[in-house]
């Protein structure tokens, strides 16, 4: 099989859709998927788009994608790379396809001057757990992520 990575274009949004609903279904999680084609499009590529995405093909086939942000390290002084999904279709795993996709995020970082690249991972997804260590990433065990939404992000902010 044949792999490549391109940028996402919004042409993609229909695929990328596709993706973040199959991620979805396997995190067991379908009902919270809220995106649409023109959500997607607007949020993605958008003149206030603060994500960049690729597409991951096989032999000129949509695979998988990654969608990605640049945050911010004060103690650095410099952006990271949060990568906030990285997706490969079932019949492409097991050949490398998430570790390509991976490598070009790094290679992304390194390339910008990021001083770290970032991602959270299910701590029951231990097909992705291993590749993530074999390729020498660490879990952050140390830190506790917190998480405000729906009706609670409003209430607080209207407080």
Known sequence: MNYTIRAATADDVGVILRFITELA????????????????AASMFGPQAVTEAA????????AGFAVWFFNYSTWQARNGLYLEDLYVSPRYRGAGAGRLLLRHLARIAVERGCGRFEWSVLDWNEPAIRVYETIGARPQSEWVRYRLTGDSLKAFAAS
């Open 25 to 40: 279904i396997y995190e067991k999680a379908e009902e919270e998927v809220e995106a649409t084609e023109a959500s997607l």
């Open 55 to 62: 597409i991951l093909e096989a032999d000129g086939a949509p």
